[in-house]
């Protein structure tokens, strides 16, 4: 409960622009936890670990993005702290077996 709070927090602030997609450490540091640690509560809680999380809510933030704007996937993989879109394409096919630009299409 509380990680889920910190980390819809995280993508609402400006974080998110000025120090890229939030880590592990991150908030583990927020939580008072060992990242270890974190990870194995989130995945005995859930059967997903820290990273899963992070990046599943991500993918939702993105296809949320991705029907509600103009931005290109470029655009859209900068504004979520990418630094290279190529990787955001990669990261959005594995969670959602289609490229950015083919969801965007298809919905």
């Known amino acids: 409960s509380d990680f ?7 993508f609402q602030s400006d974080a998110l622009l000025e120090d890229g997609l939030p880590s592990v450490r991150y908030f583990s540091e927020k939580l008072n936890y060992s990242t270890y640690y974190l990870s194995d509560l989130l995945k005995s809680e859930t059967g997903k670990t820290t990273q899963d999380h992070i990046h599943d809510f991500l993918i939702k933030k993105a296809k949320d ?3 509600d704007s103009e931005l290109s996937v470029s655009e859209i993989a900068y504004s979520f702290g990418f630094s290279y879109p190529n990787y955001f394409g990669k990261l959005f096919k594995k969670k959602t077996g289609l490229t950015p630009l083919d969801y965007r299409n298809s919905n």
Do not use: I, M, P
């Open 4 to 10: 889920k709070k910190l980390l819809q927090l995280y």
């Open 65 to 67: 993005a991705l029907l």
